[in-house]
């Protein structure tokens, strides 16, 4: 059921956008995980499906993910609609999203996000800092078919990125180490981040391919760091003409 509301809704935002202008800078993007964690009980693997358009000040983006391999016996786990607008802070250009999140992890609890982030970008720098609110709720099946399920709230959570790139912005390739507790279908606890080296390269003017390496610690911040996942990351994002 989640699955086809989540694509109703990007199809919705699909046309709608298309709708409102043909002159709108359109791009999609995909990309494959491949790891494990402490709970997967080996490899997992997923896919991301996303599509996007800009046009002058304004974005929006739409995705969902889907499990190919892994603990969870469910493929729809994500979804995520979002959308913002562009300002300058003493001449420097900010992006100010809000978005909703998705995550039908299990049968029994789904896990939902709102917020709202901002992000920019130096010569070198990449950062982002934001908040959101999570909702944990149980499903009609966890709940035994109450009609009225338990639901746990998480108020004012710390959303963060740091990045440090080796080229300057726009080049045709580019490698940088981040630290966050950012993804686009996952929201860590802010004392849990995950660090990732990202590559990039740009063959053509309309193609972006990307590889990165994520790991993930339990508590990075706590006194205790434990071990707890790896992940590697490769896909691309296309800007149609």
């Known amino acids: 059921m989640f699955f086809r509301v989540a694509l109703k809704i990007s199809l919705s935002c699909f ?10 800078q359109w791009q999609g993007a995909t990309y494959v995980d491949l790891g494990s964690h402490n709970a997967s009980s080996g490899m997992l693997a997923r896919m ?46 900010v992006w100010l999203d809000g978005f909703f999140r998705l995550n039908p992890f299990s049968d029994l ?3 939902t996000n709102w917020g709202a982030v901002a992000s920019t970008r130096g010569v070198h720098m990449r950062y982002r800092l934001g908040m959101h609110f999570r909702t944990y709720k149980l499903s009609r099946k966890g709940a035994d078919n109450q009609p009225n399920p338990a639901k746990v709230h998480e108020n004012a959570n710390l959303m ?21 507790n950012i993804d686009y279908y996952l929201l860590n606890q802010s004392t849990n981040p ?48």
């Open 15 to 24: 046309f709608v956008g298309y709708a409102w202008s043909l002159q709108a």
């Open 109 to 111: 609890v789904h896990e």
């Open 160 to 180: 963060y990125l740091l990045g440090y790139y080796l080229k300057p912005q726009g080049h045709s390739w580019n490698v940088g180490l981040n630290v966050t």
């Open 194 to 241: 995950l660090f990732y080296l990202q590559g990039e390269y740009q063959p053509t003017e309309r193609l972006n391919l990307f590889a990165e390496a994520w790991y993930k610690s339990a508590g990075a911040f706590n006194i205790s760091v434990n071990y707890f996942g790896f992940l590697f990351r490769t896909g691309l994002i296309w800007k149609l003409p």
């Open 48 to 93: 991301a499906l996303m599509a996007g358009y800009e046009k002058d000040k304004y974005r929006a983006a739409s995705g969902i993910q889907l499990d190919l391999q892994g603990p969870l016996d469910k493929t729809f786990t994500g979804f995520f609609v979002q959308g913002g607008y562009q300002v300058n802070i003493k001449q420097q250009p």
